[in-house]
């Protein structure tokens, strides 16, 4: 695998990530300041918030199962190609997604982009790693080099920042 692609992709990674953390902080002021002015609305309903946790908890649900590690488990089918398996990988991280699409009207606009964001990197990691494969390469050495990258650069992914965020959020709703 070519390194400066993979300096790329870490690079692209750690960017994301940086923005989320600093959307993340930037969230935990506006809400440290909203509480110091007191309650301004109080009129939110409990189904309401209800349906808001439900939301944040099968975002988080939905961050584990995209997670590389747990869809490459899920999905592993050794006999496969890596085109194939990347394909597969794919379509079952956009599955996944859209069915769960829905739970963005009950979120904040910065919760939302911070899952679509983290499905938009795994997406672009399985893509990056299997460009560097040769056509005659198996499923199983793509599944190899996408979480030996993992391994090596723990920070590449965003799963925890992700779930922590969304977590946060919950937390507040209660």
Known sequence: MDSNLLI???AFATLVAGALVYLFLRQRRE???AQQR???NGNESIPTRQLQLQAYER???LTDRIALPNLIQRVNTPDLSAR???SLLIHSIRQEFEHNITQQIYVSAEAWDAVRNYKEQNLLIIN???SYLPPEASG???NK???ELLVQSPKASLQNIVSDALSYEAKKLM
Do not use: R, S, T
């Open 59 to 61: 975002l988080i649900l």
């Open 31 to 33: 809400i440290k300041q």
């Open 84 to 86: 194939e398996m990347q």
């Open 140 to 142: 199983l050495e793509l």
């Open 145 to 147: 080099h996408l979480l």
């Open 38 to 40: 007191g309650p301004e």
């Open 8 to 10: 790329i992709a870490i």
């Open 128 to 130: 990056q790693v299997a």
